[in-house]
T-cell receptor, first 119, second 114 residues
Framework: AQSVTQLDSQVPVFEEAPVELRCNYS??????LFWYVQYPNQGLQLLLK??????LVKGINGFEAEFNKSQTSFHLRKPSVHISDTAEYFC?????????????????FGQGTILTVHP | DSGVTQTPKHLITATGQRVTLRCSPR?????VYWYQQSLDQGLQFLIQ???????AKGNILERFSAQQFPDLHSELNLSSLELGDSALYFC?????????????FGDGTRLSIL
């Protein structure tokens, strides 16, 4: 089984400042990692994903994340935020090779981090 | 626009009733996932179908059931509704089944139980 902890429920930041949204995971098997963004009254949109290869992953809208296996973390970063980045961000994991083959790609989500960008 | 269509957008009903939520996946996607988003439980995986067959089950109540039809659209049926079933229900789709497949989400159906 997998679990995801997003360490901050809310992150306020000023426009053009850098931001980091923290995500730690726990899993008994290897995982794939994802960040999704949810704007008000909308569904979730995929920001980026880590499947394999380089541990630094670049996504849409200038976001990037770094996979750190030893620290079981997948923090999301943006060097300069914009008002339009205000939204809720979700970290998610998908376990590889779950026992019994029952994973089939289901996502386990963290509780979400609300990013509020102030002018 | 993710290409995943969910209807209706809003549903208001009373306790004890039964409702059906509908999802049309992106064109070409064979796998459909259902998730429930509530304030106390967050985003929880309910069930997955692939090409008409159930593939994985999560925290889905026995009062809830789902199916995927030959045209690949899916329906989530919720019966004997309780106040605690009030939530946002999302459908997501991916091309295949299996881990690593990016899932594309619809805008959800907001269910309110009075």
């Amino acid at each position: 089984a997998q679990s995801v902890t997003q360490l901050d429920s809310q992150v306020p930041v000023f426009e053009e400042a850098p931001v980091e949204l923290r995500c730690n995971y726990s899993s008994s098997v290897s995982v794939y990692l994802f960040w999704y963004v949810q704007y008000p009254n909308q569904g979730l949109q995929l920001l980026l994903k880590y499947l394999s290869g380089s541990t630094l992953v670049k996504g849409i809208n200038g976001f990037e994340a770094e996979f750190n296996k030893s620290q079981t973390s997948f923090h999301l970063r943006k060097p300069s935020v914009h008002i339009s980045d205000t939204a809720e961000y979700f970290c998610a994991v998908s376990g590889i090779g779950n026992a019994g083959g029952t994973s089939y790609g289901k996502l386990t989500f963290g509780q979400g981090t609300i990013l509020t960008v102030h002018p | 626009d993710s290409g995943v269509t969910q209807t209706p957008k809003h549903l208001i009903t009373a306790t004890g009733q039964r409702v059906t939520l509908r999802c049309s996946p992106r064109s070409g996607d064979l796998s459909v996932y259902w998730y429930q988003q509530s304030l106390d439980q967050g985003l929880q995986f309910l069930i997955q179908y692939y090409n008409g067959e159930e593939r994985a089950k999560g925290n889905i109540l026995e009062r809830f059931s789902a199916q995927q039809f030959p045209d690949l659209h899916s329906e989530l049926n919720l019966s004997s509704l309780e106040l605690g079933d009030s939530a946002l229900y999302f459908c997501a789709s991916s091309p295949m089944t299996g881990v690593g497949q990016p899932q594309h989400f619809g805008d959800g159906t907001r269910l309110s139980i009075l």
